[in-house]
Every structure is written in structure tokens, then in C-alpha cells.
């Protein structure tokens, strides 16, 4: 056989391996560390029975790891004039994603996602981005109706933000809901990190759901793995809850692909999708949040116990080794 047939067929072989070890869903290896390759499948096959469940079982009992650095936190404006004046500084920093696992991201103010704004519905924002990247950048905020030249968007709304330089973002904060920021400069600078909340509340509150807890929650893909708030399982964050309790769950998908997210044991009303209120709200144990989209959902604690909620591409959440990626639970106390 020619030399180069060989080769092709060696290269077939291989990823006929990878796709029937699931392999293959999600993103490129060489876009994501936490994609399993074959070398992991190899690995894998190669650990017995007891290995696996051991592995397992270390990770589930890990969590919630211990890492360092936590993002969105909620950031407190200066009141300038009576416009609430937010700085967030873009700058490459090392970003723990599990417990030993560090990688390289773009953050604003050290954290990933960026720091939470919420404001008012008509509060006049102000945001000053200081960009320390080794590269240019913007700001886009998704979701929110600002002037034109507030958009975010370089060559159409603005030049470039360039290393060294600041822009000042100004606009009346519009229309409420659920909504992000993030860059709007090349394709991974979001994945890696340059990303946030951005919750405008509704002045009249009057319809607004009565809810013990309101989780943000930004799921993520790319150069720093599969990640719920910057944070791979086991270090991410459970949420706590008391049984007959009802929370809020906001879905931002601010990845590259689709994540249906699933929750064992307790039902989640769809209430609002992309900051708009739903006419007629609906349920489900799967929503699939595609990027860019947001979803309101409203958890009432039905059953007490601790209820997985995980992406249900399986290779976002599992692997031969135990629960990775795009996994945390809901825990319902008594």
C-alpha cells in the first residue's frame, strides 16, 4: 500500500476510535483542553473497573473544590453626576478552572466572568474599559439597547480599543432582564474569559417572582474547558436551597455551541427567554440554551436531596474518569 494511503487509513482508524468513544462532540480538542482525546479513551480502557469507580468517587466527593479566584461578583458603581460609573480593566491573568488546573485567560478585573453589573431599568451606566490586553479589544453589550455608538462593534460602531487605551461606554440602561456583556473582538476572546452579567431590573417590580435565591449562572466553552461561572466540576458551586423554596436560574451560553441543561428530580419553569418575559411560561427538565441566548427559570425545592443539574452533551459532563465539566447540583435541605 502506498505510503500516504497508509496514513489516511492509520487517521481513519484513529477517529473512527474517538467518535465511537464520543469523542467528537463539542469542540475541537485543540480549541478545548477538556475535550477527551484518544489518548484519554486509551487511558481509560487501560484503568479497570474499580479504577474508574474510584476515580469517580474521588471527583463527587471533592465537591465543591476549593480554587482560587471567583467570578461575578457583583461590583458596586461611583455615583458620578447621578450616572453609575462601572471600570473594568481587560488583562490576561492565570485562571485556576479546577483544583490544580490552571489556565491562561482573559479577565476583567482578575475574574471569570467579569464582575456582575445589575442596575435599574433607565439608570443612566456608565462603563470605562481600560484594556491592559496584549491585543485590542471592545465591549459589546448583548442584550441591551444602547445609542449606535455604543454598540461595541470596532470598524462599524467604534475603532478598536487597542492595548494601552480606554473607551467609555455611556447609554440608558434598557430594556430589563437578563442580559450580558462581553469583547466583540476576534473569536476567543470571549471563551476565554471576557464575559459577563448584566441584569437590568424592572422598575416596576410589581410582576417580578417572589425567589429565595437568583442564581446567575454563564455557561461557557473553549480555551479554559467546560465551565458554569468560570469554574469546572468539582470546583463548581452548588446551589442551596430549603425545601418548599423557589429560585431563579438565569442560563447566559456565552460559548461557541449548544448546552442543553438538564436538571435532575425538580422541574424548571421557563419564565423568560433573552431578558423578555414569556406570555405563557412553560416547563422542562432540558433547556437547550444556544449561544448568545438567555433563559429565566423559576426551581420550586419539591423533593428534598441532592439533584444533579448538567449539561446533557454527556462529553461536557462525564468521561470514563467520573463528572467533569458542565456539572453541579441543586441541594434541597430539609
Known amino acids: 500500500m502506498h505510503r500516504s494511503v497508509k496514513v489516511i487509513a492509520a487517521i481513519a482508524l484513529l477517529l473512527a476510535a474517538a467518535f465511537a468513544a464520543g469523542v467528537g462532540v463539542g469542540l475541537r ?31 463527587v466527593k471533592a465537591f465543591p473544590a476549593k480554587t482560587a479566584g471567583l467570578g461575578g461578583q457583583p461590583i458596586q458603581p461611583k455615583i458620578v453626576g447621578g450616572v453609575k460609573v462601572y471600570e473594568l480593566t481587560a488583562r490576561p491573568v492565570q485562571w485556576e478552572v479546577e483544583p490544580g488546573v490552571t489556565r491562561q485567560a ?11 453589573i445589575r442596575v435599574t431599568e433607565g439608570d443612566r451606566v456608565r462603563v470605562v ?23 461595541g462593534v470596532p470598524f462599524i460602531t467604534q475603532p478598536p480599543v487597542k492595548p494601552g487605551q480606554t473607551f467609555t461606554y455611556e447609554f440608558a440602561a434598557k430594556p430589563a432582564g437578563t442580559h450580558m456583556y462581553h469583547s466583540h473582538s476576534g473569536d476567543d476572546q470571549i471563551t476565554k474569559g471576557l464575559l459577563g452579567a ?6 416596576d417590580k410589581s410582576r417580578e417572582p417572589s425567589v429565595a435565591l437568583d442564581v446567575v449562572m454563564v455557561i461557557n466553552d473553549g480555551p479554559l474547558g467546560y465551565t458554569l461561572n468560570g469554574k469546572s466540576f468539582p470546583a463548581t458551586q452548588p446551589i442551596v436551597v430549603k425545601l418548599g423554596q423557589t429560585i431563579r436560574i438565569r442560563y447566559m451560553n456565552e460559548g461557541s455551541i449548544i448546552h442543553p441543561m438538564h436538571l435532575h428530580g425538580l422541574v424548571q419553569r421557563v419564565i423568560a427567554k ?17 449561544p448568545g441566548e438567555r433563559y429565566d427559570v423559576l ?8 439533584w444533579a443539574l448538567h449539561c446533557h452533551i ?16 441543586v441541594i434541597v435541605q430539609k
Open 29 to 59: 480538542a485543540d480549541r478545548n483542553p477538556q475535550v477527551r482525546t484518544v489518548a484519554h479513551t486509551a487511558h481509560a480502557a487501560a484503568a479497570s473497573p474499580e479504577e474508574m469507580d474510584a476515580a469517580h468517587e474521588a471527583r
Open 106 to 116: 482573559f479577565a476583567y478585573n482578575g475574574q471569570v466572568p467579569g464582575p456582575m
Open 129 to 151: 474599559l481600560k484594556n491592559e490586553l496584549p491585543e485590542s479589544t471592545s465591549i459589546h453589550f448583548h442584550g441591551l439597547v444602547p445609542p449606535n455608538a455604543m454598540d
Open 198 to 203: 448584566f441584569i437590568v431590573e424592572p422598575k
Open 274 to 290: 433573552d431578558g423578555y418575559p414569556l406570555p405563557q411560561p412553560y416547563f422542562a427538565d432540558t433547556l437547550n440554551v444556544a
Open 299 to 306: 426551581v420550586t425545592a419539591s423533593e428534598p436531596g441532592v
Open 314 to 329: 454527556l462529553a461536557h459532563a462525564e468521561s470514563a474518569q467520573g463528572m467533569h465539566g458542565m456539572v453541579t447540583a
